[in-house]
């Protein structure tokens, strides 16, 4: 593996996660990678980058962004008022799945959700993607509750 970095997610790298989060079946169907990225994803990074709560990230090899994850850092009164961490939109590129970098994005997410002091790290996936279920559950993680979504 060349030289692996994780870091904030810079506008710049708008274009690259854009890519990454249509690169899949169910992205295909949500996503417009036309440039320039369309308002309403430069308005998102903007509120996102503001956050202090949220942390939009990238995985780069020699420069390259081959990743992309959001953590939502949520503070809660349930289990005696404790921080989750939420990841979400997980994305490795198509040319360099099954390598390990998906372990390696987990793995620097978990570590950055105990270094902001969360008791649990939790996220939610589509019940149509059956692989990444397992992977999940190969990292520790349990399928402990039934999500709900409503679009509006």
């Given at each position: 593996m060349?030289d692996?970095?994780?870091r904030?997610a810079r506008a710049?790298?708008?274009p690259?996660i854009i890519?990454?989060?249509?690169?899949?079946?169910?992205g295909?169907?949500?996503?417009?990678v036309s440039?320039?990225p369309?308002?309403?994803?430069?308005?998102?990074?903007?509120a996102?980058d503001s956050?202090?709560?949220?942390?939009?990230?990238?995985?780069t090899?020699d420069?390259?962004?081959?990743?992309?994850?959001?953590?939502?850092?949520i503070?809660?009164?349930?289990?005696q008022?404790a921080?989750r961490?939420?990841i979400?939109s997980?994305?490795?590129?198509?040319?360099?799945?099954?390598?390990?970098?998906?372990r390696?994005v987990?793995?620097?997410?978990?570590?950055?959700?105990?270094?902001?002091?969360?008791?649990?790290?939790?996220?939610?996936?589509?019940?149509g993607r059956?692989?990444?279920?397992?992977f999940?559950?190969?990292?520790g993680?349990?399928?402990?509750?039934?999500g709900?979504?409503k679009?509006?």
């Amino acid at each position: 593996m060349n030289d692996i970095a994780f870091r904030r997610a810079r506008a710049a790298d708008l274009p690259a996660i854009i890519a990454l989060l249509a690169d899949d079946p169910l992205g295909r169907e949500r996503e417009d990678v036309s440039l320039p990225p369309a308002p309403a994803y430069e308005a998102a990074f903007a509120a996102i980058d503001s956050d202090p709560n949220q942390l939009l990230a990238v995985m780069t090899e020699d420069d390259r962004v081959v990743g992309t994850l959001q953590i939502t850092f949520i503070p809660g009164l349930s289990r005696q008022g404790a921080l989750r961490g939420q990841i979400e939109s997980v994305r490795i590129a198509a040319d360099r799945r099954g390598g390990g970098l998906g372990r390696r994005v987990f793995e620097w997410a978990i570590s950055e959700c105990r270094s902001r002091g969360c008791s649990l790290v939790q996220l939610t996936t589509d019940q149509g993607r059956p692989d990444a279920h397992r992977f999940y559950e190969q990292l520790g993680f349990v399928a402990s509750h039934l999500g709900f979504k409503k679009a509006l």
